[in-house]
């Protein structure tokens, strides 16, 4: 919402289904060339590394059997350090030996396999999911307002009464809709994937709904905003004279501290109760009870890279929406004398836009790596089911959540910056949605050294 | 969002930063966060500072997490999210859940009755010690 009033044809929003269509194709292609092409390729690696690491194995418990036959014939000649069961025993053993090494060279190899066909698949099954999402919040929410009937056009009075809008009703009853066929729709899904699951019709039919009226809310709110209207103004204690955005911004980032700070708090009341491997180090108990995330994180500069590429990728993505902000707010702006980056910041507008554009990509990046980084967890056995993994899940996968809603707002934002534009009347939008992604990344600075490298 | 110049003891030493290299206060502040980040996963792996024999022990890793933290999250809070600069009241705002994320933290979070000792007795309110003894 803005400061300003624009007068925008509904049709403008057939731009976001074509648009839709583009993230969809990208969104397939991304799928069919990282998890159908390179991953089917991983797989058959996996496959091979596989059948290697059993023959290895066969093998190496051949040897060993061989060895303990050598060993028990020369123990029962009296074990003496010459002759020919001497010898034999001597090269039994050290073909056991070579063997065994052979097997664990094959098993650190099908689990590289492993972790390479997971990265590569999830990756791509990732970027699908991500995009198919993108395209249904464009397509049909800019569908709907596509076929609403243009409004009659402001005359350049920019002191129209606010009026009320129906938008966040329309969110919260699709969000309640979709909350309460969740659990049909998760066993649905589960059937539909061929798991021992019964489908139940109703609850996916339910969710469904409350999808579809969640993304027409938030359409609503998106047409809403397009066009603008006055900034509303606190006129009581304590935001007096405040715009009622940035206030009502600021007391939502309020409930959120106290969402990351009651898993925390859990975190910290499990954690002081086990006996982990940096308990251990720091000799505060012997043996280990409890193995968490960050004990298979932090060991290897290759398991702790996706979230340190993510920590710096947020970090980035903070600068770049503030430089969005100071473009849009930059009434003396002017190109970089940069070829590079002229080209790419050719105007102010265009600027806003890539820079909202970059700021996606690294998200997208973020919850790719974020996907990547738990297949890689699971595989190793660190799943949901035990106290450690609970937490860890639960908050990095809330903290998760948190980026991908960022990055459906600033879907929006971008068409806008593309359509009507970001000026420095209506770059509050661009200040008031930063003060979300900021906190966003303010929780990742908390979680990333508590869940990854403590 | 203010364009004005920050002063203050730490917010005034970032102004100067960016003054002595001719770029804004993001600007240094996204230099800070991004060091930052390098030093505390550096700090978590190198067992010893690099270059010297001298161990890093597992409570100075954990004093230079919470202090990066500190660091980050202020240049986060006060120059990205402009509470330095903006009207105070907005700063109090942030502040007020402070005091309940505290005393969850202190209240639930260091009050495992399982908890390794250690913990000073300040911070472990609400221990039921005749459990660990049963």
């Given at each position: 919402?803005?400061?300003?009033?624009?007068?925008?044809?509904?049709?403008?929003?057939?731009?976001?289904?074509?648009?839709?269509?583009?993230?969809?194709?990208?969104?397939?292609?991304?799928?069919?060339?990282?998890?159908?092409?390179?991953?089917?390729?991983?797989?058959?690696?996996?496959?091979?590394?596989?059948?290697?690491?059993?023959?290895?194995?066969?093998?190496?418990?051949?040897?060993?059997?061989?060895?303990?036959?050598?060993?028990?014939?020369?123990?029962?000649?009296?074990?003496?350090?010459?002759?020919?069961?001497?010898?034999?025993?001597?090269?039994?053993?050290?073909?056991?030996?070579?063997?065994?090494?052979?097997?664990?060279?094959?098993?650190?190899?099908?689990?590289?396999?492993?972790?390479s066909y997971l990265t590569w698949s999830t990756a791509g099954k990732t970027i699908m999911v991500m995009f198919i999402v993108y395209a249904a919040f464009y397509g049909v929410a800019g569908f709907f307002n596509s076929i609403k009937p243009d409004e009659e056009e402001h005359h350049g009075d920019d002191h129209e009464e606010h009026h009320g809008s129906?938008?966040?009703?329309?969110?919260?009853?699709?969000?309640?809709?979709?909350?309460?066929?969740?659990?049909?729709?998760?066993?649905?899904?589960?059937?539909?994937?061929?798991?021992?699951?019964?489908?139940?019709?109703?609850?996916?039919?339910?969710?469904?709904?409350?999808?579809?009226?969640?993304?027409?809310?938030?359409?609503?709110?998106?047409?809403?905003?397009?066009?603008?209207?006055?900034?509303?103004?606190?006129?009581?204690?304590?935001?007096?004279?405040?715009?009622?955005?940035?206030?009502?911004?600021?007391?939502?980032?309020?409930?959120?501290?106290?969402?990351?700070?009651?898993?925390?708090?859990?975190?910290?009341?499990?954690?002081?109760?086990?006996?982990?491997?940096?308990?251990?180090?720091?000799?505060?108990?012997?043996?280990?009870?409890?193995?968490?995330?960050?004990?298979?994180?932090?060991?290897?500069?290759?398991?702790?890279?996706?979230?340190?590429?993510?920590?710096?990728?947020?970090?980035?993505?903070?600068?770049?929406?503030?430089?969005?902000?100071?473009?849009?707010?930059?009434?003396?702006?002017?190109?970089?004398?940069?070829?590079?980056?002229?080209?790419?910041?050719?105007?102010?507008?265009?600027?806003?836009?890539?820079?909202?554009?970059?700021?996606?990509?690294?998200?997208?990046?973020?919850?790719?790596?974020?996907?990547?980084?738990?297949?890689?967890?699971?595989?190793?056995?660190?799943?949901?089911?035990?106290?450690?993994?609970?937490?860890?899940?639960?908050?990095?996968?809330?903290?998760?959540?948190?980026?991908?809603?960022?990055?459906?707002?600033?879907?929006?934002?971008?068409?806008?910056?593309?359509?009507?534009?970001?000026?420095?009347?209506?770059?509050?939008?661009?200040?008031?949605?930063?003060?979300?992604?900021?906190?966003?990344?303010?929780?990742?600075?908390?979680?990333?050294?508590?869940?990854?490298?403590? | 969002?203010?364009?004005?110049?920050?002063?203050?003891?730490?917010?005034?030493?970032?102004?100067?930063?960016?003054?002595?290299?001719?770029?804004?206060?993001?600007?240094?502040?996204?230099?800070?966060?991004?060091?930052?980040?390098?030093?505390?996963?550096?700090?978590?792996?190198?067992?010893?500072?690099?270059?010297?024999?001298?161990?890093?022990?597992?409570?100075?890793?954990?004093?230079?997490?919470?202090?990066?933290?500190?660091?980050?999250?202020?240049?986060?809070?006060?120059?990205?999210?402009?509470?330095?600069?903006?009207?105070?009241?907005?700063?109090?705002?942030a502040l007020f859940p402070v005091l309940f994320v505290v005393l969850m933290i202190w209240g639930i979070g260091l009050s495992n009755p399982d908890g390794i000792d250690g913990l000073p007795s300040w911070c472990t309110p609400n221990w039921d010690y005749s459990y660990v003894t049963e």
């Amino acid at each position: 919402m803005s400061g300003s009033l624009h007068d925008v044809k509904n049709s403008i929003w057939m731009r976001t289904v074509v648009i839709a269509v583009g993230l969809l194709v990208v969104g397939v292609l991304a799928y069919g060339v990282m998890a159908g092409g390179i991953g089917s390729m991983m797989h058959q690696d996996w496959d091979d590394a596989n059948e290697e690491y059993e023959a290895a194995k066969n093998a190496a418990d051949l040897a060993l059997e061989e060895f303990k036959f050598a060993e028990s014939r020369w123990e029962n000649n009296g074990s003496q350090e010459e002759g020919a069961l001497y010898e034999e025993y001597l090269e039994s053993k050290a073909a056991s030996d070579e063997a065994t090494q052979v097997a664990d060279d094959a098993h650190h190899h099908q689990v590289d396999a492993h972790l390479s066909y997971l990265t590569w698949s999830t990756a791509g099954k990732t970027i699908m999911v991500m995009f198919i999402v993108y395209a249904a919040f464009y397509g049909v929410a800019g569908f709907f307002n596509s076929i609403k009937p243009d409004e009659e056009e402001h005359h350049g009075d920019d002191h129209e009464e606010h009026h009320g809008s129906a938008s966040p009703i329309m969110m919260a009853g699709g969000i309640l809709f979709f909350m309460m066929g969740f659990p049909g729709f998760v066993t649905t899904c589960k059937a539909w994937l061929g798991l021992d699951y019964d489908a139940d019709l109703s609850g996916f039919a339910l969710s469904g709904f409350g999808t579809i009226l969640l993304i027409m809310g938030i359409g609503n709110w998106w047409n809403e905003d397009l066009k603008g209207h006055p900034e509303q103004v606190a006129t009581s204690h304590p935001f007096e004279g405040q715009d009622i955005r940035k206030a009502g911004m600021w007391i939502f980032l309020i409930s959120e501290m106290m969402v990351f700070a009651s898993f925390f708090s859990s975190y910290l009341r499990m954690r002081t109760g086990w006996c982990t491997q940096w308990a251990v180090d720091a000799g505060k108990c012997s043996d280990v009870d409890t193995t968490t995330a960050s004990d298979l994180l932090r060991g290897d500069i290759m398991t702790l890279l996706p979230g340190a590429i993510n920590t710096f990728a947020l970090i980035i993505s903070s600068y770049t929406i503030v430089l969005a902000l100071k473009t849009a707010k930059n009434v003396n702006w002017e190109p970089s004398k940069n070829a590079l980056l002229a080209k790419l910041f050719p105007s102010r507008k265009k600027a806003v836009r890539n820079y909202l554009l970059i700021t996606i990509a690294l998200g997208s990046l973020f919850i790719v790596l974020k996907l990547v980084e738990w297949s890689h967890l699971i595989a190793e056995g660190f799943t949901i089911d035990s106290q450690a993994g609970s937490i860890f899940y639960v908050a990095t996968g809330a903290h998760g959540l948190h980026v991908f809603i960022g990055l459906l707002v600033m879907l929006f934002m971008v068409f806008k910056a593309d359509t009507v534009g970001y000026d420095e009347n209506n770059g509050r939008g661009i200040e008031y949605f930063g003060l979300y992604w900021h906190f966003v990344d303010l929780a990742w600075v908390a979680i990333f050294p508590a869940f990854y490298l403590y | 969002m203010s364009e004005e110049k920050y002063t203050g003891l730490i917010a005034g030493l970032f102004q100067k930063m960016a003054d002595m290299i001719g770029k804004d206060v993001y600007y240094v502040n996204f230099l800070i966060l991004m060091f930052f980040t390098l030093f505390e996963v550096a700090a978590v792996f190198f067992d010893t500072i690099p270059g010297t024999d001298i161990v890093i022990t597992r409570g100075a890793v954990w004093a230079v997490l919470i202090i990066v933290g500190i660091i980050k999250g202020y240049g986060i809070a006060a120059f990205f999210m402009h509470l330095k600069g903006d009207p105070f009241i907005y700063t109090r705002t942030a502040l007020f859940p402070v005091l309940f994320v505290v005393l969850m933290i202190w209240g639930i979070g260091l009050s495992n009755p399982d908890g390794i000792d250690g913990l000073p007795s300040w911070c472990t309110p609400n221990w039921d010690y005749s459990y660990v003894t049963e």
